[in-house]
């Protein structure tokens, strides 16, 4: 992970990039955010920062070999602890942050902007609480005092201490007061309410905010590759939270698959009255529901066409791949090209409010004629 990587939240980086430029690093740290905030991708990004050998303007450089190593959270002087509870293959004392590693560096990976609840589910743990334990303060200081040095710093990232078991949190706060040498740790919180005040008192606390709307949407954008009018409203209703829109959006187009899918095999067969029971449910949608839907339908005509002329580029897998394959064949250029235009003017309808029964139906119709 490195800041660019993070859309946004400029002046916190800014932050972060004087102290080590004025060799001003607090040894002691909390970046403190709410859950969906980028809190956990600004402690890995600090950390890869921190260590890279020929940081470039003010970002790491991203191919030393140091980065290269943090881009895959493998550094060896690079340290996670975070909560865990006992699966079906580690039980008892073994349940600590070091044997799940394997699960954690591709969760970081896949979703960084993770929840607890997501990661208990990805390493297998959900049915249990899962918290940092006893044991895991005594595998800390451990961890610290091996000596083996790779890079100008050892950074330990404890990502939600509030799940700390106290006598946890007291068996580390001497080694926060005292840290060894060149030690930095990042505590990762998103609430610290419930930390111990005697460990809040010996972190400096850096306040991430949430993403603001626009920087959600671009975001969604850039990296999720949604078009502009709906990673604005996803990011509208998200209210901040990446990891919200994230569901959301896969929600979204999951079922919005399901629904598109239906509806073109009811415009194929020409069965009007499943077609006109479409467009009274389509009337029952909320406004965002009903443009996501024309939005994906656009989408996918574009993939259809791809998957025909440019199959290299094709972003589509799994049953919308197959959709597309089957779809593909009765479709051509000018049947796409003309059905993406009804699409486009039913989205314009919306958007000035006609209603969404009327706007439905006469698209149904039209696309029924077209694939005809
Ligand atoms: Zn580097």
């Not at 800390?140 to 700390?164: C, D, Q, R, T």
Request: with cysteine; glycine share 6%; hydrophobic share 40%.
């Amino acid at each position: 992970m490195r800041f660019k990587d993070i859309g946004g939240l400029q002046e916190v980086k800014d932050k972060l990039i004087a102290s080590v430029k004025n060799d001003h690093v607090a040894h002691a740290q909390l970046f403190l955010g709410r859950p969906g905030s980028p809190n956990l991708p600004m402690a890995l990004a600090f950390a890869t920062y921190l260590n890279c050998e020929q940081p470039v303007g003010d970002d790491s450089c991203g191919v030393c070999p140091s980065c290269v190593k943090n881009a895959k959270y493998i550094h060896p002087d690079l340290h996670f602890v975070f909560p865990v509870s006992p699966t079906k293959n580690i039980t008892g004392k073994d349940v600590i942050s070091t044997n799940f590693l394997k699960e954690w560096r591709e969760f970081l990976g896949a979703s960084p902007y993770g929840a607890l609840p997501q990661w208990a589910s990805y390493y297998g743990g959900e049915d249990k609480e899962a918290n940092i334990s006893k044991e895991e303060s005594r595998q800390i200081i451990k961890n610290l005092s091996l000596k083996a040095f790779e890079g100008k710093y050892k950074v330990m990232i404890i990502w939600l201490p509030e799940y700390m078991h106290p006598s946890a949190a007291n068996g580390i706060l001497k080694i926060l007061e005292e840290p060894p040498e060149r030690t930095i740790f990042l505590l990762v919180s998103n609430n610290s309410e419930r930390l111990l005040a005697t460990i809040l008192s010996r972190t400096q606390i850096i306040t991430i905010p949430n993403f603001s709307d626009q920087e959600l949407a671009h975001i969604l954008k850039d990296q999720h590759h949604l078009q502009d009018d709906q990673a604005r409203q996803f990011a509208h209703l998200a209210d901040g939270d990446l990891n919200a829109a994230i569901r959301l959006m896969n929600n979204v187009e999951e079922s919005g698959h399901q629904l598109f899918a239906d509806w073109m095999r009811d415009c194929f067969k020409r069965d009007f009255t499943s077609l006109a029971r479409r467009s009274d449910e389509f009337h029952g949608m909320n406004k965002v529901a009903q443009k996501s839907l024309l939005l994906y339908a656009m989408n996918m005509m574009r993939e259809s066409l791809i998957s025909q002329f440019v199959p290299s580029l094709k972003r589509v897998d799994g049953q919308e791949a197959t959709f597309i394959e089957n779809f593909s064949k009765v479709m051509n250029e000018n049947k796409v090209s003309a059905i993406t235009q009804l699409l486009g003017e039913a989205h314009f309808h919306l958007e000035r409010n006609a209603g969404a029964r009327m706007v439905f139906l006469d698209l149904s119709l039209q696309i029924a004629a077209i694939i005809k």
